[in-house]
């Protein structure tokens, strides 16, 4: 089939299959290891990017334990420390009204055997009698003896009484019950306490108990008319004449703007805080000083309370705990048993227990708890009592002073948190649900208890805010413009917000309408599962992406992390390198297929016309020549054939010029033996030309064989470019595992160094949690101080208060030099920790200057990869000029086939003529007179024109 083919197609054949196929193969090859090289280099970095974004998710995960056992830290130290001061407070406001009862309770016994009262008190004795007052009528007080006799002894009474505060100061008559005399004189002066107006009061009480008992007494707080229906109370003691029997009493009004002075005292209470008295008279319990923080002046003197803990004060009982008041908010309470003889009473102090337990603000930054959340990222804070009460937040949504375990939200992710947090007393988390306080958006929370002796004490909750996992999610650097990493949970809702299509993949949006804001893909199922892996797959948009995946735990809860880039921007490069790699091979086809086109012409062309022109020569035809001017083997060839058909011409020429002078026959034969020699040398001259028209031959076919032969070795060059192309890329691989190795390592010193600069943040804590001690302290000394400058101005017993004040005061300097103690340790600790931290930031420094070392490696991989890219590039060159050789042996083989063409036939044509003539002679010499028919007939046959 072959040999039919034409010339020119079998050339351009020729060159297409040496020049072209190589050409593509060697781009096939290359494109092939670009894209498997690029496909492993975008996974292995998206893999990296999932990891490293998997260690900052677990990081922020320690980060919440670490801030929650420092808030637990703090919120248990405010707790006891505001019960510390509580006590402290309750104490000292306890000791104030005992003082005072107790001073009272002096005075009387005092005035009961003073000479101003004795003599008062006989001097209007025998006024009564001089004026003969029956028992059961009124003493006369408006008469001038009365007042002459008042106007002499109420000078001494009036002044102890409005010097010691008293509202009163009166006396009275043993043994028919008249009051004979009243400092402020009110309506009860000159009344019988036992059968007048007033004899079902206080002052009739005080009266009958004394005289009853000979001893002194108290009557509790009443309304008394006399004062006009205020609250009143009285202690009054027995007057005794000279044999020892009592002739009167004398009391004193208790004056309640001084017990109201003691208990409302506000240093070191806050807005909240107060103290306040109850007592019990007969079956009721009722206030014995006024309140001020609550119940908008209903709470004063004589109204009625009732709670848990006063009924256990009423029966001898401390109590120190937290209650609901009547606003329905927790208080911190502390309630003693007063020791005030004749009066059933209590101390009661009181402070809101989100006041309490809430360090103040500072400099209008908020308290602590707000500036914490503000500090560290999240939405809210949440202090809760155990039994549900949610007595702290920081935004006061809705769910603040509700009972999470029993009011409207019990069923939300916060109450869920609050149960599991004091079921198990364990750290724990609550995923992502909808909130409703927070206007129905997705909320996570986590939540741990304070347990003191197995109880749990309060619930502290924080509410995640998104920000931050968005801030570590959504970081791009190595993601391009089409990448991302996002997380997701088990109910395949998105817990960070996607960078791309935030419109219905943040986590908001996925809550709001889960249908469309899903992720189930087959990353997400097998990261839940606990699978890591990486793989070509299709997004949430149904995009082909490389995506890697993995399972991420925050203690019992899962969550996937994924890490996907669309494929089209991943392979982007191999992409492009194919189209160009595509494009240049059509551009060299073309080039190839043109060249030829025009090189087989240049050659099959003359070739053809010789042809053509050999074959008229062959029919006799010698009239014509071939007009092809070259200067290579062709233009031989074709020279060649147009001087035989020259030489044909001469011979036929003198073949009819011997018909015309036959006579010279003889002669005539002579010159055609002498033209035979002649043919036969040039048929001589005509066997050499082939025989070198060969040896070019042999030699062009040679040199194609040689040129085939470096095309191979070319081509076998340009793979072994390539494998070391492929080590080069392995070994640049090999080096930025090493870089994120040394990476990882970097960020784990980092994070050692955070933990470092924690526990100095701990400790400056503490040194401030101390501080506030030790200015509580000193309040309470200068309230010590106070009381004892109070004590110290009383007479006679009264410098017993002042030893207690003193031993008080000596307790309190003996803590501030442990709280001193404390600071000097937490400066210690301070200290230590910033030692560490130094060594830790060395650490560091020696990792970065191993990633510099593994960069430079890397550098170096890269120098190699592009070495191995030129020799590839020159060995294309090569393998190009071995084509280019391959060509012109072809030419020159095809010239040296056209001469050897062109000298058979010379020889053919010469070999004819020398038979001819021989033939002819013979018969000549034999048939002189045949010759001329026979010339004549030869010259019919050739038409010579």
Known sequence: MLKNIKLGPKLVSVFLLVGVIPLLLVTFLLADRADTALARQAFDQLTSL????????????????????????????????????????????????????????????????????NRALFGFLSYGLNQGVEAD???????????????????????????????????????????????????????????????????????????????????????????????????GAPIRNADGDIAGVVALQVPHDQVNAIVQQKSGMGSSGETY??????????????????????????????????????????ERGVYTDSRGKLVMVAADPLSIPGLSWGCVTKVDMEEAITPGDTEGQGDFYARFTREYGYYDLFLIHPQGSIFYSVTHEADFNTNILTGPYADSGLGRLTRKAMDTNQFAMEDFSPYAPSNGEPAAFIAQSVVHGGNVELVVALQLSIHRINTIMQQQEGLGQSGETYLVGSDRLMRSDSRLAPETHSVK?????????????????????????????????????LSAWSPVSLGDITWAIIAEMDESEALAAVTAMQRLALLMAAVATGLVILAGTLLARSIAKPVAGAATYAETLSKGDFSTTLDIH??????????????????????????IDGVGVLEHTATDLAGISDETTRDAADTNDRSSTVAGAAEELSTGLSGVAAAMEQSTTNIGSVATATEQLNSTITE??????????????????????????????????????????????????????????????????????????????????????????????????????????????????????????????????????????????ENISQASQGIDEVNEGIAGSSLAAGEITRDIAGVHAAAGSIDAASRRTRERVSELESLTAELTQMSQAFKIN
């Open 277 to 318: 008295l109850v007592g019990r008279r007969g079956d009721r319990t009722a206030f014995r000083s006024d309140m001020l923080t609550m119940g908008d002046g209903a709470y004063v003197i004589g109204a009625p309370i009732d709670t848990p803990y006063i009924r256990m004060v009423m029966e001898g009982k401390s």
């Open 732 to 873: 640049v691989a090999r080096r930025s595992e090493e870089a994120r190795s040394t990476s990882d390592s970097a960020v784990e010193k980092a994070r050692t160094s955070s933990a470092r600069i924690g526990d100095l943040a701990n400790a400056a804590d503490n040194i401030g949690q101390v501080t506030d001690v030790i200015a509580e302290i000193s309040q309470q000394i200068n309230l010590l101080a106070l009381n004892a400058t109070i004590e110290a101005a009383r007479a006679g017993e009264s410098g017993k208060g002042f030893a207690v004040v003193a031993n008080e005061i000596k307790d309190l300097a003996a803590q501030t030099a442990d709280a001193t103690q404390q600071i000097k340790e937490r400066i210690d600790e301070v200290q230590d920790s910033s030692a560490s931290t130094i060594e830790e930031m060395e650490g560091v420094t020696r990792v970065i200057e191993t990633i510099h070392d593994t960069v430079g490696s890397i550098a170096t991989a890269i120098e190699e990869q592009s070495i191995a890219t030129g020799e590839i590039a």
């Open 50 to 117: 999932r990891s490293v974004k998997k260690k900052q998710v677990e990081a922020y995960w320690t980060e919440k334990q670490n801030h929650m056992q420092t808030l637990l830290e703090v919120v248990d130290a405010n707790y006891q420390a505001a019960f510390d001061k509580l006590d402290s407070i309750q104490e000292l406001k306890r000791s104030w009204v005992e003082s005072f009862f107790k001073g009272v309770r002096q005075d009387i016994t005092v005035l009961s055997v003073g000479s101003d009262v």
């Open 509 to 545: 949006a996925s809550f709001a309408d889960p249908p469309s804001g899903s992720v189930n893909t087959e990353a997400v199922n097998r990261a839940l599962a606990g699978n890591s892996d990486t793989r070509i797959i299709h997004d949430y948009n149904g995009n082909p992406v």
């Open 630 to 655: 070259r200067n290579d083997e062709v233009g031989q060839l074709i020279r060649g054939l147009n001087g035989t058909a020259e030489s044909l011409r001469t011979m036929v020429g003198r073949v």
């Open 137 to 235: 009528g009124s003493f006369p007080v408006e008469t001038p003896a009365y007042q002459a006799i008042r106007n002499r002894v109420s000078g001494p009474l009036t002044e102890f009484a409005r010097t010691r505060g008293y509202s009163d100061l009166l006396l009275m008559d043993a043994r028919s019950g008249h009051v004979v005399f009243s400092v402020a004189m009110e309506p009860d002066l000159g009344t019988n306490l036992l059968s007048g107006p007033h004899r079902d009061q206080g002052l009739s009480e005080l009266f009958r108990r004394v005289v009853a008992s000979g001893k002194t007494a108290v009557s509790d707080f009443s309304p008394y008319g006399p004062s006009g229906g205020a609250q009143a109370a009285f202690i």
